[in-house]
Every structure is written in structure tokens, then in C-alpha cells.
């Protein structure tokens, strides 16, 4: 992925590798300025899930560990499908997570992390899972951490503006040329995608968070059809 910036401001620079987090309410109709803080956690999914495990070793491409490692652009004609999509009020994913918003920042720039935690008893593989959110519109820097060692993660991402001062984000993490296991979250550890811009008082904090849909790569089909639907781009390092 794309080295973080510190610079508050539209211009800031792209980022390292982590998850989304918060935005100001507004009151009255009036723009509000963007205040730090925490959302509550929320939670979703199974605690019982199967995850199938990749075979293969860092850097054998055409092995099922480095599936993700590369990938291509996925152009589609016409209005995105998203976008004729209810949207998602309520936090959803196909395996047991907790999930809350953090933003720091002030009224003109800040960063969003969506931090989630592992709640079930099985280690949880974060490659090539797919995030869908709406946020703030245009990001200009989005990335993943955890709290276990990861490496050399990238993305295929998409942003689809609404018109409203939101957008849609459409992410696939993608890891590769690190073994196996710095690609998982064991249970109880936490794994954080940050997404930073301009603040807006289009979409509150807790908006955010409840928007979150997490689809976990449980078949090492790589959620293909998932990312082929939407039409992401492929960002490299």
C-alpha cells in the first residue's frame, strides 16, 4: 500500500494499510465541525465459522496463499450497483467480529478507524476479505494494521460518490510475499482499516460504523465475484 501522511487537509497523502473510523454529527442542518471520539462497539456474525486454509509459500504466485497478491481492474458499464442498493444501517459480517469508529482529527481533516476485534475461538485469515462502508466523500487515504504482525498488505478499492457528500467504499485487502500467519487475527486480537479526508457533516460517526459490511474469504474463491460486481481498481503497493 501507499505510505500515510501526517498533513491535515484535502492534499493529504495516501496510506499505509489500516481500517475506517468516525465523523461529526450535525445539528440543525448547520456544518459542524468534526469532533474526536469513540463510537460505541457493535457486533456481528457467526461464532462458529470454517475457514479454509491456503497452502503455498510467500512468493508462489500461483499458489492459493498468494491469491490476492495480485490483481486487475474490473471496469463495468453503466451506474454502479451500489448505488441502486438499499443502504446498510446495521454492522454485518459472515464471521463473529466487534466493530467500533474512532476519529481524530478537526473540522477540516481528519482519519476514521474502523477497529475490529476477533470474538470467536478460531484464527481468522484478513486476506483478501472484502470491506463495503459509506463515509465521507473523497477519501485520499485508507489503510490496514493489527495488532498481531501483518505484512505487505494492498488493495482493490473502489470509491462510487452518492451526491450527497458521502461515497460508497468498496476494499479487498490483499497480502503478499509473508507467511501465512501474518495474514490472520487469532482470537481476541483486533485488526484496524483507517480512512482518511476532508471532514463533513453528512454522515455521523455512528452512521459510519453501522455501514460496515465484512465478507471474510472462506473458500479461497477470493471473493472475485464480490469485487468483480462493484468494479474496483487495483492500487499497488
Known amino acids: 500500500m501507499r505510505g500515510k501522511s501526517t498533513k491535515r487537509g484535502l492534499a493529504a497523502g495516501a496510506g499505509t494499510v489500516a481500517l475506517l473510523a468516525g465523523l461529526a454529527a450535525f445539528a440543525g442542518g448547520s456544518p459542524a465541525s468534526a469532533v474526536p471520539g469513540t463510537t460505541t462497539a457493535v457486533s456481528a456474525g457467526p461464532a462458529d465459522f470454517t475457514q479454509a486454509v491456503a497452502t503455498g509459500q510467500p512468493s508462489q504466485y500461483s ?30 459480517s459472515n464471521v463473529g467480529l466487534s466493530e467500533y469508529v474512532a476519529f481524530t482529527g478537526d473540522q477540516w481533516y481528519g482519519n476514521w478507524s474502523f477497529v475490529f476485534t476477533n470474538t470467536t475461538s478460531h484464527v481468522l485469515s484478513t486476506d483478501c476479505a472484502v470491506l463495503i462502508f459509506r463515509a465521507p466523500a473523497s477519501s485520499d487515504d485508507h489503510s490496514y494494521t493489527a495488532t498481531q504482525q501483518y505484512g505487505h498488505p494492498q488493495q482493490d478499492y473502489l470509491e462510487v460518490p452518492r451526491g450527497d457528500g458521502t461515497s460508497f467504499y468498496i476494499a479487498r485487502l490483499g ?23 476532508a471532514s463533513s457533516s453528512a454522515i455521523t460517526t455512528d452512521q459510519i460504523r453501522d455501514s460496515l459490511r465484512f465478507t471474510a474469504d472462506l473458500d479461497l474463491r477470493a471473493n472475485t465475484s464480490l469485487i468483480g460486481h462493484y468494479g474496483t481498481h487495483r492500487l499497488t503497493n
Open 63 to 92: 499458489s492459493p496463499l498468494e491469491r490476492c497478491a495480485n490483481g486487475v481492474d474490473h471496469p463495468i458499464s453503466g451506474a454502479n450497483p451500489i448505488l441502486s442498493e438499499p443502504l446498510t444501517t446495521r454492522f454485518t
Open 175 to 197: 497480502f503478499h510475499d509473508v507467511p501465512l500467519n501474518q495474514r490472520q487475527v487469532a482470537p481476541g486480537q483486533s485488526f484496524t482499516y483507517t480512512f482518511g479526508g
